[in-house]
């Protein structure tokens, strides 16, 4: 069980804080939920606290870990079909593991390098990249722009 102030991750939203953790009367049944604060994108989600587990909310990564998953997630072989491609990203990203969300990043990162994305693909990236920010952030106590700097630097190091 999480603690308010506890910092945790989200699966597809990224990393935050939460804020809270509240009884809802749902059809007559007590429901606890976490109310999380995810500052990246300035989103509250609230989550069952039962199903908390289930849907993938963690803890986030210790600030000793994080780089050290920046420049070891390695670049995945991908389809050459597109809607295959497309599946396997977002499985990837919906696990919520910061490992999986940066093979997706790195790999769509250095296939936009050498050929364009689709629209999809590029939100796709995009979607990866806040999470990973978010991650930075609240695991490394730094400003976005300090997290984005040592994304960079991550991926300099790993390309």
Known sequence: ????????????????????????DIDGKIITYYVL??????????????KAEKSGLRGIVPPDDVMHIVEDANIIEMSDNWNQRYQDNMARLKTGDLFKVMQVFKTLFVREKNKSLS??????MGTARQIILSEIILSKDVDKHGAEELLMQGIAISI
């Open 1 to 24: 069980m999480y603690s308010i102030g506890d910092r945790v991750v989200y699966p597809m939203y990224g990393a935050g804080i939460i804020e809270g953790i509240e009884d809802r």
């Open 37 to 50: 604060k995810i500052p990246v994108n300035n989103l509250k989600i609230m989550v069952s606290t039962e």
């Open 119 to 124: 629209n999809i693909e590029k939100k796709l």
